[in-house]
């Protein structure tokens, strides 16, 4: 299947610190793109890789799960490892967890998390159904473009395949567990108003992480995709200069310019 205008992954060969992206659940590259092109802007080495079953058609995701879309951001995460001095991860939603999950696991190879309404656990009573209910029912309604600025848009599917979202749950049960061994400095943002993922998985992932230099910001102005609506300059100029406070060639190139 073709790939969706706008949903195709990002890579930029830059200086010695890199950044790795990871993308919602049933979004695409399209939601990271103006963030990673801040980025890819300013010298560091980028990737935003599309998650296997994403940015085609919802029926492709059906096939996939979260061993699949671990993979592909672990497999980035190594390819940018080899390149770069440093490396950082961040996500948004689903990707937050990716990126959590990363950090846990590699550890010194990871130096610090960013993360945007990243989610914890799949909510609502429907959730405890979908081991049984997913084998009868597809697809239920969509989630992209939870977006409060006017005129903006995620490229996202219009449906949620079942299997998937069970396969997220696990996913969520599997990363929860793994929070305590996420000991990297964290930049956790989120959005009061969101409509996908509740202010609650934040509070739950801050309580369970072992990092001890943690940076907690609100989105006022922005639902779930924030990284697509009115915060998102601030939430690429604080993760520039969340880098740049731990990566010391960023900060010493971020104090020359006055940037």
Not at 47 to 65: A, N
Not at 69 to 81: G, H, P, T
Not at 181 to 189: A, G, K, S
Request: proline fraction near 6%; glycine fraction near 10%; hydrophobic fraction near 40%.
């Amino acid at each position: 299947m073709p790939v969706l205008p706008g949903a195709e992954p990002f890579r930029h060969e830059g200086g010695e610190v890199g950044v790795l992206l990871c993308h919602g659940f049933t979004g695409s590259p399209q939601s990271l793109r103006p963030w990673a092109d801040f980025l890819a802007e300013r010298g560091l080495s980028v990737e935003l890789p599309l998650l296997p079953g994403h940015g085609t058609r919802w029926q492709d995701m059906q096939l996939t799960g979260w061993q699949d879309w671990y993979a592909e951001v672990d497999r980035a995460l190594r390819d940018l490892s080899g390149r770069c001095e440093q490396v950082f991860v961040f996500g948004l939603s689903m990707g937050g967890a990716l990126a959590l999950r990363l950090a846990a696991k590699h550890g010194d190879a990871v130096s610090g998390v960013v993360v945007v309404n990243p989610g914890n656990k799949v909510h609502g009573l429907a959730a405890h159904a979908l081991p049984v209910v997913r084998h009868f029912v597809r697809s239920t309604k969509g989630i992209a473009s939870d977006i409060a600025k006017e005129g903006s848009a995620e490229v996202g599917y219009d449906r949620v395949p079942l299997h998937s979202a069970h396969a997220l749950r696990n996913f969520f049960r599997l990363v929860d567990r793994e929070l305590p061994q996420v000991t990297q400095p964290l930049l956790l943002l989120h959005s009061p108003q969101d409509h996908v993922v509740p202010p609650a998985d934040s509070a739950r992932i801050l309580g369970r992480v072992s990092s001890a230099d943690v940076t907690e910001i609100l989105l006022e102005q922005s639902y779930h995709v924030a990284t697509l609506d009115h915060d998102a300059e601030r939430i690429f100029e604080e993760s520039y200069a969340f880098i740049g406070r731990l990566a010391p060639s960023v900060g010493m190139k971020g104090s020359t310019t006055g940037g």
